[in-house]
């Protein structure tokens, strides 16, 4: 699938609400739905927040936060194509195109180095200015675990300067929302690209829609009140349009970027792990045995160790097992690499997944490569018209073992079978040439 057009980042011009934070134990009755607009945030409450500009321009294109010793966070989609030199950033800037904040020339510019940019996992990047502002106040950034902060169901607040609606104007101020956290196990069942959300992100939002962050909101800052200080728990990442039905905001995870957040900071060389997060294998029989190699690679200057290694099976996959396995507890130092090799079969037809879950000593991140293998039956009339490699939109209709689905807007690649209820396929009836 071609996530880059069906993923609407959320750069130039939140849905609006609330005037102060929430702390975490928030209520949903204390909510008043159905607030799209808004109101004005309290900018005593934001002085970390920060535009992102280019250098010749007025208007914010992205947010960011003031995180200290002279760095802005805000997430990689925002400045991954652009030179340092021609980023500016304004801290305390509330104003959209206004001459408030402290406006500040970009000295570096530092991209996670796991950033993906058809699945925005890994959507953080580091701004270091070449001085410290003179205005506004940093923020506390979540660490070790959201999970520390907050709980499913809790309201988390975020700002920006984005559209007030999907495809409508911006405001002149900054602008703030009160959003559930929602569990990543909801989040999935949105379909689509959702059913990667995990790990380095979290969503936030209403089953029903209504409050969202918004186009332009990419890279501000999702806080909470966490006993009387403020903390950041995420960035602004990405959404399907803007406070659509179960169309969840996603936001990068502070606490499991932080070890990489810390190491720029503190000037270290920052770890590099190549891997290949995600793929698709060619599709095999129900009992043929499938086998796959994971490889992980250290492209950086500095050695890690691995402090676990596990495999997760969903779908219809079954238990899978190790064969070979030079990874766990090893330490790979620069250009080196290892293997994990993994076998499995399917319990049924239907799609089969298997991920490969580490950690690196020292570190909260939790990587995740994940192999996905479509099983068959015997009988090929059950296949169906579906093609991975064909584009699909509103309103084509294809079979797929066994069911007739209906794209609901367009698409390339996502198997119908695990669209879920909010996803771009609709099963709409069942497929009477399949004999199964």
């Known amino acids: 699938m071609n996530k880059r057009n069906s993923l609407f980042k959320k750069v130039s011009p939140i849905i609006a609400s609330s005037a102060l934070f929430l702390s ?33 321009g007025s ?31 304004k801290v305390a800037g509330f104003v959209l195109g206004g001459n408030d904040g402290d406006r ?24 270091k200015l070449e001085r410290t502002p003179t205005l506004g106040r940093q923020v506390a950034l979540a660490q070790s675990n959201i999970n520390q902060y907050v709980r499913n169901g809790d309201f988390i607040t975020v700002a920006g300067l984005g559209r007030l ?30 059913a990667n959300v995990g790990d380095v992100a979290f969503c936030a939002g209403f089953a029903q829609g209504q409050k969202d962050s918004c186009s332009g909101d990419s890279g501000g800052p999702i806080v909470v009140n966490s006993g009387g200080q403020t903390v950041q728990l995420g960035i602004v ?22 070890s990489w957040i810390d190491s720029v900071k503190g000037g270290a060389q920052p770890i590099s792990v190549s891997y290949t997060q995600s793929q698709t294998l060619p599709n095999f029989k129900l009992g043929e045995q499938v086998a796959h190699t994971y490889t992980i690679k250290n492209t950086g200057t500095s050695a890690f160790t691995f402090a676990s290694v596990a495999l997760e099976n969903s779908g219809v996959a079954s238990t899978p097992v190790k064969s070979i396995d030079s990874c766990s507890a090893s330490t790979l130092q620069a250009n080196q690499s290892c293997q994990v090799n993994v076998e499995f079969t399917a319990t049924a037809p239907g799609t089969a997944n298997v991920a490969l879950k580490f950690k690196l000593d020292g570190s909260q991140t939790t990587y995740s490569a994940k192999i996905t293998a479509l099983a068959t039956s015997s009988d090929s009339s059950c296949k169906g018209t579906w093609n991975a490699s064909s584009v699909y939109d509103k309103p084509d209709q294809v079979t797929y073992y066994g069911k007739v689905y209906e794209a609901l807007w367009w698409t390339q690649g996502d198997i119908p079978a695990d669209s879920g209820k909010w996803g771009v396929w609709q099963e709409i009836g069942v497929d009477s040439s399949c004999k199964q």
């Open 24 to 56: 975490a134990t928030s209520g949903a009755t204390e909510i008043t739905p159905n607030i799209v607009g808004g109101q004005p945030a309290d900018t005593s409450q934001w002085q970390f927040y920060t535009q992102i500009l280019n250098s010749n």
């Open 165 to 194: 609606s999907e495809g409508g104007s911006r405001p002149s101020n900054l602008q703030e929302v009160s959003v559930p956290l929602v569990s990543d196990q909801v989040c999935n069942q949105s379909g689509g690209s959702y």
């Open 59 to 89: 208007t914010a294109f992205c947010g960011g936060s003031y995180i200290g010793d002279g760095y802005v966070l805000t997430a990689a989609h925002c400045v991954k194509n652009k030179a340092a030199r021609f980023l500016h950033v």
């Open 104 to 127: 500040i020339q970009v000295a570096e510019k530092f991209v996670h180095p796991q950033y993906n940019s058809n699945t925005l996992n890994h959507d953080v990047a580091l701004l």
């Open 237 to 258: 990442s990405w959404g399907v349009g803007c406070a659509r039905p179960a169309k969840y905001g996603v936001y990068a995870d502070v606490a499991a970027l932080g």
